[in-house]
């Protein structure tokens, strides 16, 4: 890393969810994710990997929260360039970052690692815990979210399972919905949360414009676009609506919409 590389640390930013939250990127020397989800806000995923590295030392990233706004976040979240999960380094800095902060760690998470039982240690450091879910069987994983080919829908389902009924913090599912469901598929989604039973489930539409290219500033949420970028098409609110209360009868889970 050079002193010119980006900070580790952005924000704090509003999020509609967590109040004031500081971002804390653990990749940000590239894009890394196990994931190319086709509506990812960060445009493109430079590096595919399901491979455990450090990419930014913890020293680095301790010194870049000192230097940051941290005191007037409410949270601390780990998301950023990627999965976070993806970096080897990630238990020792949320540790680390709680010690100093006494803040909430917040934890996003695609969920293709979970299945590694070092990795679920690590997260249960967390005060909340957010897993992406977004499909009910491989060919739709493989469709909505181009996983890294050593991911299958079992292994992300068992990992999150394990990691649910072993972790005392809020733990949650988010869903972004890509496309109308017919009443098969909603079934075989409810079954899957059923399962998990996670403390919420959260059902996103992929509103956020994906630029072609990743540059570092996509990881926040007030980003201004100099290159050309994509609007996704999405199904209604109303559409959405019907898709929520379809899986909370079914579910008798709390499913909220933003
Ligand atoms: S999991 Fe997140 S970072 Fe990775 S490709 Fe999907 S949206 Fe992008």
Known sequence: ????????????????RLGWSLGVDVLCVDSICSFECVYCQLGKINRVTA????????????D?????????????????????????????VIE?????THKPIVILTNSTLLHDEKVRKELL????IFCKLDAWSDETLRRFDHPHNSVSLEKIITGINHLRHGFD?????????????NDFEIEELAEIYHLIKPDEVQLNLPTRPVPKDYFVET???????NQSFTQLKTISKTELEKIRQKLSNLTKLPIITR
């Open 64 to 92: 870049d929260l000192q230097k940051s706004d941290w005191q007037k976040a409410d949270v601390i979240t780990f998301s950023g360039s990627g999965e976070p999960t993806l970096a080897k380094n990630l238990g020792e």
């Open 1 to 16: 890393m050079t002193e010119h590389s980006p900070s580790s640390i952005y924000g704090p930013v509003k999020s509609w």
């Open 219 to 225: 990881r926040g949420n007030e980003v201004e676009y």
């Open 51 to 62: 491979e455990r590295e450090v990419f930014v030392s913890t020293e680095k990233i301790l």
């Open 125 to 128: 450091h967390a005060d909340k």
């Open 169 to 181: 913090g809020f733990f949650a599912i988010q869903t972004m919905i890509l496309r109308p469901m």
């Open 96 to 100: 680390k970052i709680k010690e100093l």
